[in-house]
């Protein structure tokens, strides 16, 4: 079971956003890059010049960069859901309820059985 965060759009016409509470592997795997191709745009472009920043300062300290490539994309891989906290904030969206499931799908089909406005409300302005 994963926790899910619901993140809305102010104009509401547009199904809300799900981040899942875990590990991101892809963030692991592929440091800022991953956060650039999750859609974070503008943290991951900031990790990106942080790991630069890095990068020069371990090549000037005569330091192996192994270890300190790993840390920072095990902290970012660690940190994803914050960070996609705070770049939702930043593109005005609004934090919603908490949603326990299985998978993306089965938080999505729980937080509309919670909220059976809000199904209504966004079939509506589909049909539109």
Same mark, same amino acid.
């Given at each position: 079971?994963?926790?899910?965060?619901?993140?809305?759009?102010?104009?509401?016409?547009?199904?809300?956003?799900?981040?899942?509470?875990?590990?991101?592997?892809?963030? =692991? *795997? #592929? &440091?800022?890059?991953?956060?650039? %191709?999750?859609?974070?745009?503008?943290?991951?472009?900031?990790?990106? /010049? @942080?790991?630069?920043?890095?990068?020069?300062?371990?090549?000037?300290?005569?330091?192996?960069?192994?270890?300190?490539?790993?840390?920072?994309? =095990? *902290? #970012? &891989?660690?940190?994803?859901?914050? %960070?996609?906290?705070?770049?939702?904030?930043?593109?005005?969206?609004? /934090? @919603?309820?908490?949603?326990?499931?299985?998978?993306?799908?089965?938080?999505?089909?729980?937080?509309?059985?919670?909220?059976?406005?809000?199904?209504?409300?966004? &079939?509506?302005?589909?049909?539109?």
């Amino acid at each position: 079971m994963t926790t899910y965060t619901t993140w809305f759009r102010a104009d509401d016409r547009r199904p809300p956003v799900l981040v899942a509470e875990r590990l991101s592997w892809r963030v =692991l *795997l #592929l &440091g800022w890059l991953g956060l650039v %191709i999750q859609g974070s745009w503008i943290a991951g472009l900031l990790a990106g /010049a @942080g790991s630069l920043i890095l990068l020069s300062a371990v090549q000037t300290a005569h330091l192996p960069l192994l270890p300190f490539w790993a840390g920072l994309n =095990l *902290l #970012l &891989g660690l940190c994803t859901p914050d %960070i996609r906290a705070w770049e939702l904030r930043l593109n005005g969206l609004t /934090a @919603g309820p908490i949603v326990v499931a299985q998978g993306h799908e089965a938080a999505m089909l729980r937080l509309l059985e919670r909220n059976p406005t809000l199904a209504r409300t966004r &079939g509506n302005m589909a049909e539109a």
